[in-house]
């Protein structure tokens, strides 16, 4: 939780550029209270860039359950992906080492846009931007 909150302070002051998307938004939405406020709060900090769903992400995600790159219990997680990916993020940051922060993962969506012509996107846990 420190890693996590200390990454927040580092972009509510402006050292990274935040993209949010709707798929994050319908997540935090399903929180409960007192999270979902507390979490409201912390995003109203930051100076956010919002994404939106396209029909490109829709298919590219679409793209990565056909090639196994999460299961269909995951397909929020690549929601998230594909729309890094088409909005040309240079990362996502998650706690999910289980199904997301994993190599098996990383290496399936890197290979998947390499063969669709995306740009790499690195999968790291917030520890990995702090700068230490």
């Known amino acids: 939780m420190d890693d996590t909150l200390r990454l927040w302070e580092q972009m509510r002051d402006g050292e990274y550029e935040v993209v949010v998307s709707d798929v994050a938004i319908e997540e935090l939405e399903r929180c409960?209270?007192?999270?979902?406020?507390?979490?409201?709060?912390?995003?109203?900090?930051?100076?956010?860039?919002?994404?939106?769903?396209?029909?490109?992400?829709?298919?590219?995600?679409?793209?990565?359950?056909?090639?196994?790159?999460?299961?269909?219990?995951s397909?929020?997680?690549?929601?998230?992906?594909?729309?890094a990916t088409i909005n040309n993020c240079d990362y996502v940051v998650s706690?999910?080492?289980?199904?997301?922060?994993?190599?098996?993962t990383?290496?399936?969506?890197?290979?998947?846009?390499?063969?669709?012509?995306?740009r790499e996107i690195r999968i790291v846990p917030p520890p990995m931007l702090l700068g230490e």
């Open 75 to 83: 397909r929020d997680d690549c929601r998230h992906l594909s729309l």
């Open 95 to 104: 706690w999910n080492f289980k199904h997301f922060v994993n190599i098996h």
């Open 32 to 73: 409960a209270e007192p999270k979902k406020s507390k979490l409201y709060d912390l995003l109203g900090a930051i100076d956010i860039i919002r994404i939106v769903e396209t029909e490109e992400s829709i298919i590219l995600t679409s793209k990565y359950m056909e090639y196994g790159v999460l299961k269909e219990r």
């Open 106 to 118: 990383i290496n399936r969506v890197q290979a998947v846009n390499k063969l669709l012509g995306y």
